[in-house]
């Protein structure tokens, strides 16, 4: 089970101490589950300074496609890794609406990630309530797995997660049920599998989208969930660690 918080344009370093003395804390009931956080760029050092002896896992919230070079703002796979992150969120909802992370975009991401270090990438896909209103759910899912992943192979399996995030319940307080994720994890995992072979079954699905301390275990409890991406309840201490004891 996997629970990563994303920090997206919050947090300071406080947090990072706030969380990171938590963690230590409740070291013994968390050591089924690995803990993600993925502060925004600038806090990265910070937090890997702060989580020092625990078993936190440091992450961006996205990367460029290039290596190097004249790109104003942006961050490399190298500079993450530089700074103590292991993986990195790639097609956040947030990046592809208003920042303009175009499927190609995505997948060049993806790609370079994979090729050019260590990271393992996050890659969220998700539908908005439009899409979900005219029963496009599995044709966009289907739609930003394939381009997001065109050209890779079974290889990439190790460091890959998908992360599940309607569009509709992002930040909104809106939650998919158990059932309604369960149902488009089954049908990612089965993509998956259809895709790379049995091998992709073991692929991490995290759901993500308004979960809280209240409905964490309902959702994490289903088959196909394994585990979530957390944005707004990661920014508060305690909710974030309840969240990660239900997972
Ligand atoms: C997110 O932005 O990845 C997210 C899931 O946000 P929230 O938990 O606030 O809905």
Known sequence: MFVIGNWKMNGNRELA????????????????????VCPPAVLLASLNEAA???????????????????????HSTELLSNFGAEFTLIGHSERRQFYGDSMAR???????????????VVL???ESEAE?????????????LETALQGQTGDCLERLIIAYEPVWAIGTGLTASPEQAQQVHEFIRSWLVQKFGAEAANVALLYGGSVKPENAEALFAQQDIDGGLIGGASLQVDAFIAIAKAA
Do not use: P, Y
């Open 106 to 120: 995505v997948a060049a991401k993806v790609a370079a990630t994979l090729a050019n270090s260590q990271l393992t």
């Open 124 to 126: 969220c896909v998700g």
């Open 132 to 144: 979900r209103q005219a029963e496009q759910t599995f044709a966009v899912i289907t739609e930003q």
């Open 17 to 36: 101490q706030a969380l990171t003395e938590a963690l230590r804390e409740h070291a013994d009931e968390l050591n089924q589950v690995q803990v993600g």
């Open 52 to 74: 020092a002896e625990t078993e936190l896992m440091i992450g961006g919230q996205d990367v460029n496609e290039h290596q190097s070079g004249a790109h104003t703002g942006e």
